[in-house]
């Protein structure tokens, strides 16, 4: 796989590297000159890619499109990826995840099933109607805003070569140093203006990283091709939907989290994991994509920067992370897909502690708190001050656990219960363990969410 990236790396200031996604876009378009004059299709990941692929398009006078994908998690383990699958019927499985996962045929036919039907939902939003670009035997370039893990974009590089590409470029603004090792068996190419050290995280190396929209994408996609009736009656047919990383600037930090917003979301629930967790706890997100499923948008973020993280005073002082919730939380009321919807929160583990602890300052306005394996104890003398709902989910078998549970449970002045999940130790690793915790949280948000 070639590799074409810059050798150091570039602030604007003191901080970024990009004003903002047109920008990079400029700056990345630069990088894929001796593309020019192929047969080149530029394809944009929804949503972040899209504005930068944008700039690519013009650059290279090449046609633009999107291409949509869905990664094929493995159930009750969603950031597993077992596959992929494209538009035009296309499906890639990973036999090897399938069988070390012991995933059934029927488990795969229903996630494949579920995934398909977002996919061409989200397909026919951003095209309204228009064919996707026929890839066979050209140069699909796919370009993104950023890579993190790069799941998402390996995949969509298997995706362009099953749908006929002669060749693959993955192209982006910036990547962690060992973004070429990762692709090397996907893309034929990797094009990085960044391979910054350290790298936490996309959105820190841009000065504007606000969300892209469905309707942003739409227009970009739209070009001269249709009017803004149509714009405005495909907006109507298919509410807005967002689906991505988010970076959130708290302070002096850039915390990085996953937004799920499904469509006529009941409200939102935003996750605080436990010590040595991180948004990609497996845990939490079975736990979101359940909450998804019934309708609830989910937030899961960072609590601490990865420097942050290597203190270790950071990861239980309970006040910093309950203050990073509720900052967190006021981003979100911001946020156009999010600002009008009751908010919940998640805790795990020492996260749960924070969750009362924020819970518990005058005017949170949160509809309801979950703990699952908490540590309400952390949030100590402050317990009583707590007006949310609050339910307290604990494993059957985690003894110390239930103990600090059943104490807070007698401090709570509001709306409190416990419930204990049999069988089930602090991690909730046991068979059929973590869905019933799941179900218990999904009832008691749908209960006060609705008023």
Not at 49 to 63: H, I, N, Q, W, Y
């Amino acid at each position: 796989m070639d590799v074409r990236s810059t050798s150091s790396f570039h602030t604007h200031g003191d901080r970024w590297s990009f004003v903002d996604r047109a920008d990079a876009g400029t700056r990345l378009a630069e990088r894929l000159v001796h593309l020019a004059g192929e047969d080149v299709v530029v394809l944009g990941l929804p949503r972040g890619g899209v504005p930068v692929a944008r700039e690519v398009a013009k650059a290279l006078g090449a046609p633009l499109d999107v291409i949509v994908v869905r990664k094929l998690g493995v159930p009750f383990q969603p950031e597993l990826a077992m596959g992929a699958i494209g538009e035009g019927g296309v499906r890639i499985v990973a036999e090897d995840i399938v069988a070390m996962a012991h995933v059934t045929r029927e488990q795969l036919a229903e996630v494949e099933q579920r995934e398909r039907a977002e996919l061409d939902r989200r397909a026919r939003r951003f095209r309204g109607g228009r064919p996707r670009a026929d890839l066979t035997g050209r140069v699909a370039v796919i370009v993104d805003d950023g890579i993190a893990t790069g799941s998402t974009a390996r995949a969509a590089c298997r995706v362009a070569r099953a749908q006929g590409a002669a060749r693959v470029v993955m192209a982006a603004p910036v990547a962690p140093p060992d973004a070429p090792a990762r692709f090397a068996a996907d893309a034929d190419e990797l094009v990085v203006c960044e391979l910054p050290q350290p790298f936490h995280g996309v959105g820190q190396f841009y000065e504007d990283f606000s969300q892209t929209t469905d309707e942003e994408v739409v227009d970009i996609l739209d070009g001269e091709d249709r009017g803004v009736g149509n714009r405005e009656r495909a907006a109507a047919d298919d509410p807005p939907l967002f689906d991505g990383d988010v970076a959130i600037e708290v302070g002096p930090v850039v915390l990085q989290g996953v937004l799920r917003v499904p469509e006529d979301p009941k409200g939102l629930v935003i996750f605080a994991h436990g010590s040595g967790s991180s948004r990609h706890s497996s845990r939490n997100r079975y736990v979101a994509t359940v909450l998804d499923q019934a309708g609830i948008a989910t937030l899961l973020f960072d609590l601490l920067t990865t420097t942050e993280e290597l203190d270790r005073a950071n990861v239980f002082d309970v006040e910093l992370l309950a203050g990073r919730l509720a900052d967190v939380t006021a981003w979100a009321r911001r946020q156009p897909h999010t600002r009008d919807l009751p908010v919940g929160w998640f805790g795990a583990s020492t996260g749960a502690g924070a969750a009362l602890w924020a819970a518990a300052e005058p005017g949170a306005d949160v509809a309801a708190v979950v703990s699952r394996g908490g540590r309400p104890d952390l949030a100590g003398p402050r317990l009583a001050a707590v007006t949310a709902p609050t339910l307290l989910i604990v494993g059957g078998l985690d003894d110390v656990v239930i103990q600090l549970n059943r104490e807070a449970l007698q401090q709570l002045r509001c709306e409190a219960d416990l419930r204990i999940v049999p069988g089930a130790t602090h991690l909730f690793e046991e068979p059929g363990t973590l869905e019933q915790a799941a179900a218990l949280a999904r009832e008691w948000f749908e209960q006060h969410f609705a008023g």
